[in-house]
């Protein structure tokens, strides 16, 4: 089973601060995708990253994914309220979807 | 209309019950999947099905037993249910070779 760690677990910020989120593994992955998820929701896709090195911008969020597409970060610039939530990665090796540990980030007004 | 469905949202019940959780999917996706989420919001693949047929069967018990009467419904029936089980259960679909899934909200279940 592979593994993906990311750290931080837990993440309290205050609004306007940047953060970020990083996504570890040590396996060879076909895509990764981000996903957030809110309390009593389930995951909601952010993005999906496939090409080794590649940066994807989501209005305030930048993703990116390792050279060796083994590892991903996510960056927030100018944290809102509304990002609070659940930040999970999850890695796909063409046959199923492996998920990240959770980082669970809260934004304090 | 709600693109991925489940029933029931919350599903409290006694140690060896046996209940069923329904999934429904509306994005004419060839994949269905269960997950289990624990405690910690830890998310493990439990099954796969692809055009109604089991794709994936990870290290789950076999009283757990999945049930695809067509490529919109996957349903999860589980037996003699375990204080272990307790857990939210998500459905997700997604296309064959596809990058992305697509998450219903989830059947929380207590088993007391």
């Known amino acids: 089973t592979q593994l993906l760690e990311q750290s931080p677990q837990f993440l309290s910020i205050q609004e306007g601060e940047n953060l970020t989120v990083y996504c570890n593994s040590s396996?060879?992955?076909?895509?990764l995708q981000w996903y957030r998820q809110e309390p009593g929701e389930g995951p909601v896709l952010l993005v999906t990253?496939?090409?080794?090195?590649e940066v994807k911008k989501l209005k305030r969020l930048t993703f990116q994914f390792g050279d060796a597409r083994k590892d991903s970060s996510l960056h927030i610039t100018a944290a809102q309220t509304g990002d609070t939530g659940l930040y999970l990665c999850?890695?796909?090796?063409?046959?199923?979807?492996?998920f990240g540990t959770g980082t669970s980030l809260t934004v304090i007004p | 209309d709600t693109a991925v469905s489940q029933t029931p949202k919350y599903l409290v019940t006694q140690m060896g019950n046996d209940k069923s959780i329904k999934c429904e999917q509306n994005?004419?996706?060839?994949?269905m999947y269960w997950y289990k989420q624990d405690s910690k919001k830890f998310l493990k693949i439990m099954f796969s099905?692809?055009?109604?047929?089991?794709?994936i069967n990870e290290t789950v018990p076999n009283r757990f037993s999945p049930k695809s009467p067509d490529k919109a419904h996957l349903n999860l029936h589980i037996n003699s249910l375990e204080l272990g089980d307790s857990a939210v259960y998500f459905c997700?679909?997604?296309?064959?070779?596809?990058?992305?899934?697509?998450f219903g909200p989830g059947t929380r279940l207590l088993v007391l």
């Open positions: 999850a890695g796909e090796d063409g046959n199923q979807f492996y």
């Open positions: 396996s060879v992955f076909s895509s």
């Open positions: 990253v496939v090409t080794g090195g």
């Open positions: 994005l004419g996706h060839d994949t």
């Open positions: 099905y692809n055009n109604k047929e089991l794709i």
């Open positions: 997700a679909t997604g296309t064959s070779g596809a990058e992305t899934q697509y």
